[in-house]
T-cell receptor, first 117, second 114 residues
Framework: GAVVSQHPSRVICKSGTSVKIECRSL??????MFWYRQFPKQSLMLMAT?????????EQGVEKDKFLINHASLTLSTLTVTSAHPEDSSFYIC?????????????FGPGTRLTVT | GENVEQHPSTLSVQEGDSAVIKCTYS??????FPWYKQELGKRPQLIID?????GEKKDQRIAVTLNKTAKHFSLHITETQPEDSAVYFC?????????????FGQGTRLTINP
């Protein structure tokens, strides 16, 4: 149980275009989903917290107009990187918290490697 | 804000020996401390966690200890095996903007030498 999927697993896009990444909880309902960014050989940095039916809350320094988050249902959150630039190239990982589970546990998706050329 | 410091950044041990990774946190309200193992290009996998109402937890070769007074917690891996080689992250929970979040340490690259 507690499986989280992400799509796509890898994406290459040209500078200036937008990319959408999907995060799905497959066998549970997620009240909250989190979006992280991980640069090579670095830790996971929380970008934003996404709650179903409400606006996402962004961490300090993360541009909300550049990283659009939509949490339309209890099983799906999307992250859209708008007007992507090479410096946005990174590993994007989502995680989800089970509505019925422990208050703290997060289940991670497999990640999406974004390369902006 | 909350800060989690993790040491060492790299650790190399002989197969069969023990490995210890240490973390300190700054927010005294933190009450959940998970440890994740991440292999290259893969998702972080929860290997063990501890809540603030206990001081130690063990699961086979893996144990975690927590000292709330000193605000530090440690991961202990005994009888290490080559498949233990990976990057390990500690994390501490915080409550910010009405939500429970995790703050991660910088990571430790563990190498088990056969």
């Amino acid at each position: 149980g507690a499986v989280v999927s992400q799509h796509p697993s890898r994406v290459i896009c040209k500078s200036g275009t937008s990319v959408k990444i999907e995060c799905r909880s497959l066998d549970f309902q997620a009240t909250t989903m989190f979006w992280y960014r991980q640069f090579p050989k670095q830790s996971l940095m929380l970008m934003a917290t996404s709650n179903e039916g409400s606006k996402a809350t962004y961490e300090q320094g993360v541009e909300k107009d550049k990283f659009l988050i939509n949490h339309a249902s209890l099983t799906l959150s999307t992250l859209t990187v708008t007007s992507a630039h090479p410096e946005d190239s990174s590993f994007y990982i989502c995680s989800a918290r089970d509505l019925q589970g422990a208050a703290y546990e997060q289940y991670f998706g497999p990640g999406t490697r974004l390369t902006v050329t | 804000g909350e800060n989690v410091e993790q040491h060492p950044s790299t650790l190399s041990v002989q197969e069969g020996d023990s490995a210890v990774i240490k973390c300190t946190y700054s927010d005294s309200a933190s009450n959940y401390f998970p440890w994740y193992k991440q292999e290259l290009g893969k998702r972080p996998q929860l290997i063990i966690d501890i809540r603030s109402n206990v001081g130690e937890k063990k699961d086979q070769r893996i144990a975690v200890t927590l000292n709330k007074t000193a605000k530090h917690f440690s991961l202990h891996i005994t009888e290490t095996q080559p498949e233990d080689s990976a990057v390990y992250f500690c994390a501490a929970s915080i409550r910010n903007q009405g939500a429970q979040k995790l703050v991660f340490g910088q990571g430790t690259r563990l190498t088990i030498n056969p």
